[in-house]
């Protein structure tokens, strides 16, 4: 990935109804740039529920970028848990978020600070078609 640009950042608190928010702030921020939102919500979704799920910290942090052929997002809250993929049993009601995001995204990583736990995921930045748009 080149030269980014940031699309939106956004940060609010480490908490389950937060998730939909972030999710809904990624759609509008992408809707401005007119990039197709569906991936990266869903993988939005995952990284912040994982922040509520597993992390630390009051507070949880979505930075939003994009180089004009793919956007990435970012979930940082403050420290703990240990995000990796997981083989879920059938049973499991947890365990699979990353193996979503995986599938989902071209890339993604973890990056652990002495206070924060990164976890971010790049895809395509597909441009909707546009009516009236070439």
């Given at each position: 990935m080149g030269a980014r640009?940031?699309?939106g950042a956004l940060t609010?608190?480490?908490?389950?109804?937060?998730?939909?928010?972030?999710?809904?702030?990624?759609?509008?921020?992408l809707e401005l740039e007119g990039i197709d939102a569906e991936d990266v919500q869903l993988i939005t979704s995952e990284l912040g529920t994982n922040a509520v799920t597993h992390g630390a910290g009051e507070r949880m942090m979505l930075l939003l970028t994009g180089d004009?052929?793919?956007v990435?997002?970012?979930v940082t809250?403050?420290?703990g848990g240990d995000p990796g993929l997981r083989?879920?049993?059938?049973?499991?009601?947890?365990?699979?978020?990353?193996?979503?995001?995986?599938?989902?995204a071209e890339r993604w990583g973890v990056e652990r600070g002495e206070a924060e736990t990164r976890v971010w995921a790049e895809v395509c930045g597909k441009a909707r078609?546009?009516?009236?748009?070439?």
């Open positions: 640009v940031v699309l609010v608190d480490r908490d389950a109804s937060s998730v939909a928010l972030l999710r809904r702030y990624v759609d509008g921020a004009g052929e793919r990435r997002v970012e809250d403050g420290g083989e879920p049993g059938f049973d499991d009601e947890g365990g699979r978020g990353l193996l979503i995001v995986s599938a989902v078609d546009v009516p009236g748009l070439p």
